[in-house]
Every structure is written in structure tokens, then in C-alpha cells.
């Protein structure tokens, strides 16, 4: 859905802002209910699904902008959320963005909700090797494999959604994969991609000559002498695609390495595609975290913020599980169709 405002002068028409949303089902992860005496351990294990709204993409024209035009595209969006009988909406935005948190927290009743970070890899001109723990390897799951494995094992992670078969068998998606050793099926660390040229395209504007100077030649020597494996930085001074990994998890003492081993496989597929980076976006708590390979000054640091929408808002049903009073959860699932 997407909602616009227009300026009409005489017979032409102009648009100056808008804004998208969209609605499905999510995981509000394992609901916590209070007293917990009164409730049974199963209880507590099974996820909870609410309808969820998601809004993106608001822009309003620099010249229109403190007219208050991004807050009635907001309002006017949550309207239609409501008829879609959404119970929360969320947005999400760069945490140094003061003017949207302003604007979401202060005039939208937004609450600050969860800080993920985007963490971004460059690709280099040659190819990494795996380096997996002795006795290891990757596979790609099937489509129909991979539903079965997130549903068992991911459905109570935060913004899980209902509708994973569809994710996975987005045209644009490069495969689910596992990395697990052979001798033992307790640990396994698995990871989806998406991605290539059509897919996500960005481009880095307003480098200095001397910059754009000093990856051309880390590239030419990279490429010149690949056994070496010397990083080296991508030409993302024009456009580029990105490859980019979500719902990523994993068990056991070797996960860290595993997953390693998984993102050099997504490496060399981007590679293969000419993607100038590997991104991922993944929780404060992700217990993976530090294993996920990045350069820290491409690090992006997000700001999620929800709202509980009408009639919900003023609901005493539920306050014993009301999403916005809930801690972190150690993971957060990604949608790659909202990134």
C-alpha cells in the first residue's frame, strides 16, 4: 500500500510525499504472562502471532517539509492498517536520525523498541576459502526443507513471519544453507541469501578523488595477485548490488566458526554475481553477533520503533503480554522484503 500527498495548482499536480506499508502475520516471539505460577512451561514456549503492520519509505519534498505532511501520511497509513485489522505498527530508521525519531516517538506515539545493527562485509576480488571446522560442510537446503527447519526452530524469534515459504521462494533468493559437521546433528548454524544485481542496488556519493583513487588500486592488486588474499574495497562509488543473509541461527561450541564458514560461502556467491558487499542485520543480543564477519565503519545502526494501534491501544485483555512491555530477545528475524 502506498499513500501519497499531492500539491494541486490550477491543472497540474505534484506529488511531495509518501509513504508505504504492508501488513502480515509476525512472532511476537514466547509471550511472558503474569504470575507465571498460573501457567504451564508449554505455555510459555509457544509463540505468539499477531498482525503486524510495517511502514517504510516516508519522504516528503525538502521545500513541503515542517508543514506536517509526514505525520497525515502516517496517520492516513495507520488508518488503513486498522482496517487490515493490524494490532501494532512498526517502522524502522537509522538511529542518528533525530528528525524521524522525532517525529514517530513525539507526534505519532511511536515507543523505541529494538536497536538491530546492519553489518556490512565488502567482497573482494578473490575468493575466500571456507576454512570449516574438521569434518564439516555446507549444503543447500530445499525450499520446502528450509520452511520445515525455520517453523520448528525460529518460530518464537521476534518478527518471525507467518508466511516464510514465501520468503524463501522469492525469485531473487539464492538458497537457504547449513553448515554442519557430519558427526554430529546438534550442531548446525544455517543461514538464507538474498540478493544479487536486481535485487538491492546502492551507490556511494560524494567520495573524494584520492578515495576513489586508493580502491581502484586495492582492487587492481587484489586481482592481480589473488593467492595472496589481500582485502580490498569494492567499487561502490557507482551503483552496486548487495547480497544480503537473514535469519541466521545456530547451536553448539563450533557455531561461531560454522557460521564464519557460512558467510565466506556467501561471499563467494556474491563474488560470482559482481555484489559489491555482504550485509546482515541482526540483534544488540545476538549471541552470533561477533562471529558475523564486517568492516565496523560500514556498520549501520538501526532503531526500531512500534506502536500499539487502535482499538487495541486501550486494551486490558492482554496488558500481561503486551508486545511493547516485553524485553529483548536474544535474536530478531529480519525480513529481507522490508530491507
Same mark, same amino acid.
Given at each position: 500500500m502506498i499513500?501519497?500527498?499531492?500539491? +494541486? @495548482?490550477? &491543472?497540474? /499536480?505534484?506529488?511531495?510525499?509518501?509513504?508505504?506499508g504492508c501488513v502480515k502475520s509476525v512472532s511476537r516471539g514466547s509471550p511472558i504472562r503474569l504470575p507465571a505460577k498460573h501457567h504451564t512451561?508449554?505455555?510459555?514456549?509457544?509463540?505468539?502471532?499477531?498482525?503486524?503492520?510495517?511502514?517504510?519509505?516516508?519522504? +516528503? @519534498?525538502? &521545500?513541503? /517539509?515542517?508543514?506536517?505532511i509526514g505525520q497525515q501520511l502516517v496517520q492516513r497509513m495507520e488508518e488503513w492498517f486498522v482496517k487490515m485489522g493490524a494490532e501494532y505498527a512498526y517502522m524502522a530508521t537509522d538511529i542518528d536520525n533525530a528528525e524521524s525519531?522525532?517525529?514517530?516517538?513525539?507526534r505519532c506515539g511511536y515507543s523505541k523498541f529494538r536497536t538491530p545493527s546492519i553489518l556490512v562485509h565488502p567482497v573482494y576480488a578473490h575468493r575466500l576459502r571456507l576454512k570449516l571446522p574438521r569434518h564439516a560442510a555446507v549444503h543447500r537446503l530445499s525450499p520446502a526443507d528450509a520452511d520445515l527447519l525455520y517453523r520448528?526452530?525460529?518460530?518464537?524469534?521476534?518478527?518471525?513471519p507467518g508466511d516464510i515459504d514465501a520468503v524463501l521462494r522469492n525469485p531473487s533468493s539464492l538458497g537457504t544453507f547449513v553448515a554442519v559437521p557430519r558427526t554430529s546433528s546438534a550442531e548446525e548454524v544455517v543461514g538464507a541469501i538474498l540478493g544479487g544485481g536486481g535485487s538491492f542496488r546502492l551507490e556511494v556519493r560524494g567520495a573524494p578523488r584520492w578515495l576513489r583513487g586508493l580502491a581502484r588500486a586495492t582492487r587492481a592488486v587484489d586481482a592481480a595477485l589473488p593467492w595472496?588474499?589481500?582485502?580490498?574495497?569494492?567499487?561502490?562509488?557507482?551503483?552496486?548490488?548487495?547480497?544480503?543473509?537473514?535469519?541466521?541461527?545456530?547451536?553448539?561450541?563450533?557455531?561461531?566458526?560454522?557460521?564464519?564458514?557460512?558467510?565466506?560461502?556467501?561471499h563467494n556467491l556474491a563474488r560470482s554475481l559482481r555484489c559489491g558487499v555482504v550485509a546482515a542485520e541482526v540483534a544488540a543480543c545476538e549471541p552470533l553477533r561477533a562471529a558475523v564477519p564486517r568492516w565496523d565503519r560500514l556498520t549501520v545502526n538501526d532503531l526500531w520503533c512500534v506502536?500499539?494501534?487502535?482499538p487495541n491501544a486501550d486494551a486490558d485483555a492482554d496488558a500481561d503480554v503486551d508486545w511493547i512491555k516485553a524485553p529483548p530477545g536474544p535474536s530478531i528475524f529480519v525480513d529481507p522484503r522490508e530491507v
Open positions: 499513500q501519497v500527498a499531492e500539491v +494541486v @495548482s490550477g &491543472p497540474d /499536480r505534484a506529488i511531495v510525499g509518501l509513504v508505504r512451561a508449554a505455555e510459555h514456549r509457544t509463540p505468539l502471532f499477531s498482525t503486524v503492520a510495517y511502514l517504510l519509505g516516508l519522504r +516528503v @519534498s525538502p &521545500p513541503y /517539509r515542517r508543514r506536517g525519531i522525532r517525529l514517530f516517538t513525539g520448528r526452530r525460529f518460530s518464537s524469534v521476534e518478527f518471525f595472496l588474499g589481500l582485502p580490498s574495497i569494492p567499487d561502490v562509488f557507482r551503483p552496486f548490488g548487495v547480497c544480503f543473509v537473514y535469519g541466521l541461527g545456530g547451536a553448539g561450541p563450533d557455531a561461531p566458526a560454522l557460521l564464519r564458514a557460512l558467510f565466506r560461502h556467501a506502536k500499539r494501534l487502535p
